[in-house]
């Protein structure tokens, strides 16, 4: 199983950056797919999420509005668009897939990429 995270960087408030998360090695469409983040000092938090079965989303309260989170099934490959970025939005963002499945729950993260809002 792989989630290769990619897209992050410096970026200045107000701009935008899309991060992508690319899965390999299970069956991504069963999956739920959702981005984290975790900023210094600070415990890792649910931004964005994505359902396998009809691809409804829910959002941080912080993000609504500026973060858009998508899922292509044939690219295996989950996106997070981030616009009207605010220093508070630095951290590194990880990428994550969820199932439940007969009782046992089955999840597998990225390595994270790091995103810097500042100017």
């Known amino acids: 199983v792989q989630l290769v995270e990619s897209g992050g960087g410096l970026v200045q408030p107000g701009g935008s950056l899309r991060l992508s998360c690319a899965a390999s090695?299970?069956?991504?469409?069963?999956?739920?797919m959702s981005w984290w983040r975790q900023a210094p000092g600070k415990e890792r938090e649910l931004v964005a999420l994505?359902?396998?079965?009809?691809?409804?989303?829910n959002y941080a309260d912080s993000v609504k509005g500026r973060f858009t989170i998508s899922r292509d099934n044939a690219k295996t490959t989950v996106y997070l668009q981030m616009n009207s970025l605010k220093p508070e939005d630095t951290a590194v963002y990880y990428c994550?897939?969820?199932?439940?499945?007969?009782?046992?729950?089955?999840?597998?993260w990225g390595q994270g990429t790091q995103v810097t809002v500042s100017s």
């Open positions: 994550k897939a969820g199932r439940n499945y007969l009782g046992r729950s089955y999840n597998y």
């Open positions: 090695g299970f069956t991504f469409s069963r999956y739920t």
């Open positions: 994505i359902i396998s079965v009809d691809g409804s989303t």
